[in-house]
């Protein structure tokens, strides 16, 4: 399963009113997987959320140790796969960090994310949690 940052959000906000269905999601899950534009965005995303920082902090530094939890660091080559699926879904109105998580749940076979982004679904991908 793929985790995306609204998903970490539901996840790790505990007034979410998706919060129970995220952390049973998480739990049951067969594999982890996220990316370091995920955890750039989830910062800056409770922070407008007026969530505590230091205990923002504090959950991407326990992600980043969690052994559970596959965390990719994109790299060139994976920049310029994400690209280039912006460019040939010009009618959408996908970030790069979508196109980063699409791209990385094809290579890896992934059906399912942790979001609440209906983007995914675009993608044919499985939402786990209603927006």
């Not at 959000?9 to 009113?17: G, H, V």
């Not at 999601?25 to 594999?31: E, K």
Request: charged share 25%; proline share 2%.
């Amino acid at each position: 399963m793929l985790l995306d940052t609204s998903g970490l959000l539901c996840f790790f906000d505990d007034d979410d009113q998706r919060h129970q269905d995220a952390v049973a999601f998480f739990h049951a899950a067969a594999s982890l997987v996220t990316h370091n534009y995920v955890l750039a965005e989830f910062v800056p995303l409770c922070q407008s959320r007026g969530l505590n920082r230091e205990k923002t902090l504090t959950f991407v530094r326990s992600l980043l140790g969690n052994p559970l939890v596959e965390i990719v660091w994109s790299d060139d080559s994976l920049y310029e796969r994400a690209l280039t699926l912006l460019e040939a879904r010009l009618d959408k109105t996908y970030s790069l960090c979508d196109a980063v998580s699409f791209v990385l749940m094809r290579e890896r076979g992934l059906t399912e994310a942790l979001t609440t982004d209906r983007h995914f679904e675009q993608e044919g991908f499985v939402r786990l949690l209603s927006s």
